[in-house]
């Protein structure tokens, strides 16, 4: 049962709830974090972070981060709001500002538009956020410290300002890891961060060698027997939650900077629903990315840097706010891949494999399940750059030599059906991938490249799947440019 709830989950009804409530949060002297929300004050949930702190935090180290505080609760809520999808929801403490109430509205609509596909929903959810006028919203919140004016980094003026403390989230998979090897050339003052520590994220760090803070979260126990007594399940943009964790962990440890990894190519959908793409990656595309900053902008330097740390301001000084940005943006997936074949030292320490971050512990994979679109999608993006045997040895297997899995490799370019809901690349990226094996004397002769010469590639135009325009980098991106030549130099040819 949900925790404090007045209500038998054997008997839970979606359709029975009216109102979503965000009812309280806290964040404690120890760096943990409770979050509350209520369908209808009759089912109530409570997750919980515990935040990596340098230190016992003050009351006014904490009243300094009460806006990404804020933001963290209403992002997190997603997961419990999903239960029921009620048309209604209603924020008791305070309703968000304008920038962040449409942040909200996309990631409770469009970012739970997987979840309304597969589960056969008559449309996205649709609630509107009750929203506080900017100039309304509370001092700790909207307004910068006194005697400044509200910050306003919009992505020309962030392109101007080089971050100096910089948090790179790690999941243990090839994109972080070519994020993290892209901002620790360019600074000397980066760090990792995670919420948990899978054994990828563990291995990455260990050749990693830069410090890492690990946050734990912890899922209100009584949601799994929701979902088993009928409560609507299924997927949630959760890099969106990892990013608001990470934004409070770089505010109250002095970093300045949180550099995502995630590539240009996030921003494809899968099939179109209800009137707008339906994308898995919702969450790390390029649009959720600027509703976000817009958010921080709104948000004002609300965020401290804590005055012990070297090289942040003094007690008294006005601290930035903390900005987030994705260093791997102008990419593709398939230039990614090609970046991270050179860093042969974590080829070994990685997995991308989804298998291996599942809740249940009884369902966790301990490596490559070689069964999944991910699977096949990363090892079809690190062929091309890759030798037959090094791959083999990675994964286990040679997946382009199983003639089983040559559906699977098909509708990566959506032969057969849509793009799978999973962090796969762009319909193009994989053919170009395709032509690129096609044409390779290594890989040519594989069973599956050779039916995905013969039965895929004809069905798209010449130009399709162009590898050199695929791997060419973008120019739409907010990497600040200290960044940039850093990742021009790796994800360039």
């Known amino acids: 049962m949900a925790a404090g709830a007045k209500h038998d989950p054997a008997l839970f009804d979606p359709t029975s709830f009216d109102t979503f409530h965000f009812t309280a949060r806290e ?8 979050l509350r929300y209520a369908l209808d004050h009759r089912v109530s949930f409570v997750e919980r972070f515990q935040l990596p702190i340098p230190h016992p935090l003050s009351d006014d180290e904490r009243a ?3 806006g990404l505080l804020a933001l963290l609760h209403w992002v997190a809520g997603v997961s419990y709001f999903k239960t029921a999808l009620p048309p209604s929801v209603s924020c ?12 909200l509205e996309a990631l409770y609509s469009e ?4 979840l309304a596909y597969t589960n056969s929903l008559s449309g996205l959810p649709r609630p509107r956020f009750p929203c506080a006028p900017a100039a309304e919203a509370p001092l700790d919140m909207a307004a910068p410290a006194p005697g400044e004016g509200p910050l306003t980094l919009t992505a020309t003026a962030a392109d101007e300002v080089p971050p100096t403390r910089v948090l790179v989230p790690v999941g243990g998979g090839k994109d972080s890891i070519v994020a993290l090897e892209i901002v620790r050339r360019a600074s000397d003052r980066a760090a990792l961060f995670s919420v948990g520590n899978a054994a990828p994220i563990t291995r990455t760090a260990a050749v990693a060698g830069l410090p890492h803070l690990i946050a734990t979260r912890t899922l209100d126990p009584g949601l799994r027997a929701l979902n088993e007594a009928g409560a609507i399940n299924g997927h949630v943009p959760v890099t969106a939650i990892v990013s608001c964790v990470a934004l409070l962990t770089a505010a109250l440890n002095g970093f300045d900077a949180v550099a995502m990894a995630n590539e240009r190519s996030a921003s494809a959908g899968n ?8 994308n898995h990656q919702f969450s790390k595309g390029l649009r959720a990315e600027r509703l976000l900053s817009a958010t921080l902008a709104e948000l004002g330097p609300a965020a401290l840097a804590p005055a012990h740390v070297a090289g942040v301001p003094a007690a008294g000084a006005s601290p930035p706010g903390v900005r987030l940005f994705s260093v791997l943006r102008p990419a593709s997936e398939l230039a990614v891949a090609r970046a991270f074949a050179r860093l042969e030292p974590y080829h070994r320490a990685f997995t991308s494999c989804n298998a291996v971050f599942r809740i249940d512990p009884a369902l966790r994979s301990s490596s490559w399940c070689c069964d999944c679109p991910k699977c096949r999608f990363v090892f079809l993006a690190l062929a091309p750059f890759s030798q037959p045997a090094h791959l083999r040895e990675l994964f286990g297997r040679d997946l382009l030599d199983e003639e089983t899995q040559f559906d699977g ?13 999973e962090c796969v690349g762009e319909e193009q990226e994989s053919l170009a991938a ?6 390779d004397q290594r890989w040519s002769g594989h069973s599956v490249v050779r039916r995905l010469a013969a039965e895929v590639l004809p069905r798209f135009s010449p130009d399709d799947g162009d590898p050199r325009r695929v791997l060419a980098l973008s120019d739409e991106h907010s990497v600040p440019q200290a960044l940039m030549v850093e990742v021009r130099a790796l994800l360039g040819a």
Do not use: I, N, Y
Request: charged share 20%.
């Open 271 to 278: 099939v179109r629903f209800d009137g707008v793409d339906v």
């Open 92 to 103: 008791d403490t305070r309703p968000p500002p304008p920038a962040a109430a449409a942040l």
């Open 434 to 439: 395709m032509r690129l094996l096609a044409d």
């Open 27 to 34: 964040l404690d002297t120890g760096g943990l974090v409770t």
């Open 409 to 421: 490799f098909a509708l990566l370019t959506a032969t057969g059906g849509h793009k799978p809901f």
């Open 64 to 66: 300094r981060v009460d």
């Open 111 to 114: 970012g739970l538009g997987e």
